[in-house]
């Protein structure tokens, strides 16, 4: 999740934790993974699948999903999308080992459902870390389609996942920038449910999961309790509000 600010200032103040830049690793030549660690962070209590933290920086906050917490070696990775804009991004593309930050967090998980039959992810690189925490959370005999739109085949990178029930299918949007979205709503319009009972899951551009909510909700009859959806950003704007979830569409 990346580039989201802190609108509620009434929300409880999660715990706070002093880290370092231990490693840095340009997974694509959009993606960089950032390895933190500090003492403080025996104190973090990682609750689950695309939980969130906050990246705390000197005039803003950003709300990220960590890929990774190993307790034993007190270390949390995040993972940034290179984009040029935000204070996330571009602190992400200067950052250097020994470089001190603050987070603040966990927040809330999503709850996998080990009694669904399949689940449908899709996201946008952006959603990549809730995708792969959802993917590795899930039971080895759920089936499993992730759709993940990236700008183009340089950004497809290799992805864990449990289970050899789970198909993942790149879906590329070109260099335009206006295009956000517009590859993986045509994916879930295209693809046919499996039978069972299932999951889905989107988290993209705000616009974009707004198109897609609507299409399964009101074209496809989807239960509404079986879907979650997130707008991890906004084309156009650098401070898009948390907690977008696109609970206006009916």
């Known amino acids: 999740m990346a580039d989201q600010p802190v609108t509620d200032a009434a929300r409880p103040r999660k715990p706070r934790f002093a880290v370092r830049v231990k490693r840095i690793r340009r997974l694509t030549p959009r993606m960089v993974r ?6 403080e962070l025996s104190g973090f209590a990682w609750n689950g699948p695309a939980a969130h933290i906050k990246l705390i920086f000197e005039a803003s906050m950003r709300t990220y999903t960590p890929r990774r917490f190993d307790a034993a070696e007190r270390e949390l990775d995040v993972e940034f999308v290179i984009h040029g804009e935000g204070p996330a991004s571009a602190w992400a593309e200067r950052a250097e080992v020994g470089q001190s930050l603050m987070i603040a967090g966990p927040g809330r998980s999503y709850a996998v459902d080990a009694e669904a039959d399949w689940y449908v992810l899709a996201g946008d690189d952006t959603a990549i870390p809730a995708i792969c925490t959802i993917l590795e959370a899930l039971p080895p005999s759920v089936k499993a389609l992730a759709l993940i739109e990236v700008a ?3 950004e497809e990178h290799s ?6 029930n789970t198909e993942i299918r790149w879906l590329q949007r070109g260099a335009d920038a206006r295009r956000a979205g517009r590859e993986l709503e045509a994916a879930v319009r295209r693809m046919e449910l499996p039978p069972g009972t299932g999951r889905i899951y989107v988290a993209c551009e705000a616009d974009a999961m707004r198109r897609i909510r609507r299409h399964l909700v009101t074209e496809r009859a989807f239960p509404r309790d079986r879907l979650v959806t997130r707008g991890y950003w906004r084309l156009g704007e650098t401070d898009h509000p948390d907690r977008d979830y696109g609970e206006d569409i009916s």
């Open 34 to 39: 950032v390895t933190f660690t500090g003492e």
């Open 152 to 154: 183009d085949s340089a």
């Open 159 to 164: 992805l864990e996942t449990r289970t050899a």
